[in-house]
């Protein structure tokens, strides 16, 4: 299973976009990036996934390097209630793997 | 559409019982999963079923624990002899299909806490 790194913690303003990078250099051509988000002790929250090209929803934009290697979860206008722990998954079939994640803190 | 539901949602049992955890999972999805979270600690994969079928328990313990998902009714993840190790939250997540790219769904989960 491809392994992600990413930052332990970051801080945000609120209303200002919010940039969770996650590295993943081992992913595999198939393998998809997935980012969940868990506030609290709630249950973790699905937000986006991606192969190769750039994603976005109504929660948020998912950029992928072109060589795959990296990505980046941006929350356009980050808000009080997205203060979460943000993880990036590679995922094969079937189960994800959570490592650490972000923790992100967004401020007023 | 409703989403993954747990029963209950918070479950005491003393040492020595059995825990039964339900899961039901979205309409249109055969795929569930079971992940547990101990205290201060990430979350962790335990099994993946498909209707009758156990396709991954690479993540369950050996002893004790086991899950079903029947062809009617919800997913059942089963504690027997719980032990104080085991109070955590359980939570539960389905999908229409297993590969690269169906997205999961988590329910709120069962906060499991033995005395």
Same mark, same amino acid.
């Given at each position: 299973?491809?392994?992600?790194?990413?930052?332990?913690?970051?801080?945000?303003?609120?209303?200002?976009?919010?940039?969770?990078?996650?590295?993943?250099?081992?992913?595999?051509?198939?393998?998809?990036?997935?980012?969940?988000?868990?506030?609290?002790?709630?249950?973790?929250?699905?937000?986006?996934?991606?192969?190769?090209?750039?994603?976005?929803?109504?929660?948020?934009?998912?950029?992928?390097?072109?060589?795959?290697?990296?990505?980046?979860?941006?929350?356009?206008?980050?808000?009080?209630?997205?203060?979460?722990?943000?993880?990036?998954?590679?995922?094969?079939?079937?189960?994800?793997?959570?490592?650490?994640?972000?923790?992100?803190?967004?401020?007023? | 559409?409703?989403?993954?539901? *747990?029963?209950?949602?918070?479950?005491?049992?003393?040492?020595?019982?059995?825990?039964?955890?339900?899961?039901?999972?979205?309409?249109?999805?055969?795929?569930?999963?079971?992940?547990?979270?101990?205290?201060?600690?990430?979350?962790?994969?335990?099994?993946?079923? *498909?209707?009758?079928?156990?396709?991954?328990?690479?993540?369950?313990?050996?002893?004790?624990?086991?899950?079903?998902?029947?062809?009617?009714?919800?997913?059942?993840?089963?504690?027997? *002899?719980?032990?104080?190790?085991?109070?955590?939250?359980?939570?539960?997540?389905?999908?229409?299909?297993?590969?690269?790219?169906?997205?999961?769904?988590?329910?709120?989960?069962?906060?499991?806490?033995?005395?």
């Amino acid at each position: 299973d491809a392994k992600t790194t990413q930052p332990p913690s970051m801080d945000c303003a609120e209303g200002r976009a919010a940039n969770l990078p996650c590295n993943h250099s081992t992913i595999s051509g198939n393998e998809y990036v997935y980012w969940y988000r868990q506030i609290h002790s709630q249950g973790p929250q699905y937000i986006i996934h991606g192969l190769k090209n750039n994603e976005t929803n109504e929660m948020a934009s998912l950029i992928i390097t072109e060589d795959r290697k990296s990505s980046t979860l941006i929350l356009p206008h980050a808000t009080l209630r997205d203060t979460a722990v943000y993880y990036c998954i590679v995922k094969p079939t079937g189960k994800l793997i959570f490592g650490q994640g972000t923790t992100l803190q967004v401020k007023p | 559409n409703a989403g993954v539901m *747990q029963n209950p949602r918070h479950l005491v049992r003393r040492r020595g019982q059995e825990a039964r955890l339900r899961c039901s999972p979205m309409k249109g999805h055969s795929h569930v999963y079971w992940y547990r979270q101990l205290p201060e600690e990430g979350l962790k994969f335990m099994v993946y079923l *498909q209707k009758e079928n156990i396709i991954d328990e690479s993540g369950m313990p050996k002893e004790r624990f086991s899950a079903e998902f029947p062809k009617e009714g919800p997913s059942i993840l089963r504690i027997q *002899q719980v032990v104080r190790g085991d109070s955590a939250a359980y939570f539960c997540a389905s999908s229409r299909d297993g590969m690269y790219d169906y997205e999961q769904y988590f329910g709120p989960g069962t906060r499991l806490t033995v005395t």
